[in-house]
């Protein structure tokens, strides 16, 4: 079975500050998927990013930034110079090949921007 | 946006009384879930579909069941609503049997209130 957890329950930073919310995943199986989700104050999940297990390379969109860590088993996810429309719950999730009909999310992050 | 349809999007309902939540797709996707969100799990998928007439048990799926008669449509009865099934219901669609080759994309919630 996977499971992913993410530690940070509540997160809250003052406007044009960079945060980080992290995701530890757990899977036997050697080809996995990891994603990260947000659903804003109006509740609908935005999908962010897709991982697979086989590429490590760090990505970056904008003021958004990924960075996969197969050694550590993370996913980190980074916004610079947050916004308050940063503001959100944010959700890692993880599936492989064993279990390849669902995610598995993470509790979720509670992110708020001050301003 | 993926067309993807949650009705109702509000429910209130008393304890004992069957409930049917229905989604609709428009993108003509193979695989069909349904989750529940809750304060502090985050979303667990409660049934999924790989199929019309094809279905299968999530991790909580006790007191649901559901039905896939066509591509386009995936319902979600509560057969004798309880208390603790007071919560958010997502519906989501993906076309890859892996879900992560491709992102699942997330209905905007049916939010039922058992009372």
């Known amino acids: 079975a996977q499971k992913v957890t993410q530690a940070q329950t509540e997160i809250s930073v003052v406007e044009k500050e960079d945060v980080t919310l992290d995701c530890v995943y757990e899977t036997r199986d050697t080809t996995y998927y990891l994603f990260w989700y947000k659903q804003p104050p109006s509740g609908e999940l935005v999908f962010l990013i897709r991982r697979n297990s086989f590429d490590e390379q760090n990505e970056i969109s904008g003021r958004y930034s990924w960075n996969f860590q197969k050694s550590t088993s993370s996913f980190n996810f980074t916004i610079t110079a947050s916004q308050v429309v940063d503001s959100a719950v944010y959700f890692c999730a993880a599936n492989s090949g064993g279990s390849n009909y669902k995610l598995t999310f993470g509790k979720g992050t509670l992110l708020t921007v001050n301003p | 946006d993926a067309g993807i349809t949650q009705s109702p999007r509000h429910k209130v309902t008393e304890t004992g009384t069957p409930v049917t939540l229905r989604c609709h797709q428009t993108?003509?996707?193979?695989?069909m879930y349904w989750y529940r969100q809750d304060p502090g799990h985050g979303l667990r998928l409660i049934h999924y579909?790989?199929?019309?007439?094809?279905?299968d048990k999530g991790e909580v799926s006790d007191g649901y069941s559901v039905s896939r008669s066509k591509t386009e449509d995936f319902l979600l009865t509560l057969e004798s609503a309880t208390s603790s099934q007071t919560s958010v219901y997502f519906c989501a669609i993906s076309e890859s049997v892996l879900v992560g080759q491709e992102e699942a994309f997330f209905g905007q919630g049916t939010r039922l209130t058992v009372v």
């Open positions: 579909s790989y199929g019309v007439k094809d279905t």
């Open positions: 993108e003509n996707h193979r695989y």
